[in-house]
């Protein structure tokens, strides 16, 4: 996966004229919004920009203890990975294309879950500097491999970023370093023979582990 700089959080300097702006909205429902457009008197945002294809939250508005402990980067992601802190899940959010997914590439629904949570937060529009698209950050090369002609079609990304996680599973017949090389591409993983000693990695993984707990918990009741 692609690299992008650490997310800074609080009153950094404006953004430079002409500088690209996405603007991460959150909802009151939980649910987060991603625009290009500033918020309205009221909402909560997160303001980042994309500069040297990399990542920086400029500023935020609204609420920012909530916005400091929902969210993070990893340095890792090709996105800017909204990876909360809370224990907040999305129990029922494209529940029926992952289940279909998990079972015909046979990889645990509840890891599927733990993906895209980390990934995307669940944002089928989700794009990122590097040019990671949808719901599970496809690059576009990944996404031509795995057979996905429309990434921004949730249950075409999640296939393929399904049948992309399977074979990562295959081959490393370990979840811990197939997460791992999800997250930092295969060649860290091989080199190291196992999670490489990147600390954002290391984090990531733990996160879709802990994730992935949780949405097994969920389905389990």
Do not use: W
């Amino acid at each position: 996966m692609a690299l992008v700089a650490f997310l800074t959080l609080g009153s950094a300097p404006s953004a430079e004229a002409g500088e690209a702006r996405i603007y991460v909205i959150h909802e009151a429902d939980g649910s987060l919004r991603f625009t290009n457009r500033p918020p309205q008197s009221g909402e909560d945002a997160e303001v980042f920009t994309a500069r040297n294809g990399g990542g920086r939250l400029i500023r935020s508005v609204g609420a920012p203890s909530r916005l400091s402990s929902d969210s993070r980067a990893s340095l890792k992601s090709p996105f800017f990975r909204l990876q909360g802190k809370s224990s907040k899940v999305y129990p029922s959010l494209y529940d029926h294309v992952i289940v279909e997914a998990a079972e015909i590439h046979r990889v645990d629904p509840a890891l599927v879950k733990a993906v895209i949570h980390a990934e995307s937060a669940f944002n089928p529009r989700a794009i990122s500097p590097k040019g990671a698209r949808g719901l599970m950050q496809l690059m576009p090369g990944t996404a031509r491999m795995m057979g996905v002609r429309n990434a921004f079609s949730p249950a075409s990304n999640i296939h393929g970023g399904t049948r992309y996680l399977a074979q990562l599973l295959r081959r490393y017949r370990n979840e811990a370093h197939a997460i791992a090389a999800y997250n930092a591409g295969f060649v860290p993983v091989d080199r190291y023979n196992g999670i490489p000693p990147y600390s954002e990695t290391r984090e990531y993984v733990r996160r879709v582990l802990q994730l992935k707990k949780k949405y097994s918990q969920q389905r389990n009741g």
